[in-house]
């Protein structure tokens, strides 16, 4: 299988990341536990771990922080440009605005509140 199944997005200020992406993404991110360690903060984007996509988080660790040059998460959208115009106001920055990736549609990077950069993809010119 080629699906990812679950992402983690490293924050420090696990408010201040949940108020970002629930702005930007127009969406409720929910407490999610770690049964095996009470220490690890969690906010859930949902998912019910049987659909298409994949699930994810945010995650508040003592040995993980956040920061460019990690992994890329694209978040999917009907029109990446809506959402962009979303982050600067939510307490992030664009980083690149949204540009062609000729069939494959378009996207946008921006960073968030944590100076993680997150892609924004739709097929919406």
């Known amino acids: 299988m080629r699906k990812i199944g679950f992402f ?3 924050v420090e200020d696990m408010d201040r990341a949940q108020a970002f992406y629930e702005t930007v993404l127009d969406t409720k991110l929910t407490p999610m536990g770690d049964p095996n360690d ?3 903060v969690m906010r859930a984007f949902g998912d019910d771990f ?3 996509g994949a699930g994810g988080a945010l995650v508040k660790l003592a040995h993980a922080k956040p ?3 990690g992994s890329m998460v694209y ?3 009907d029109d990446c ?3 962009e115009a979303r982050a ?3 307490g992030g920055a664009v980083v690149a605005p949204k540009y062609s990736i000729g069939e494959h549609g378009f996207v946008s990077i921006i960073s968030d509140t944590e100076g993680n950069m997150v892609g924004l993809h739709s097929m919406a010119g």
Request: charged share 15%; hydrophobic share 35%.
């Open 38 to 40: 009470d220490t690890v």
């Open 50 to 52: 049987a659909s298409h």
């Open 8 to 10: 983690d997005i490293y």
């Open 67 to 69: 920061g460019p040059g």
């Open 81 to 83: 440009a809506v959402e």
């Open 75 to 77: 978040f999917s959208c």
């Open 88 to 90: 600067q106001g939510a």
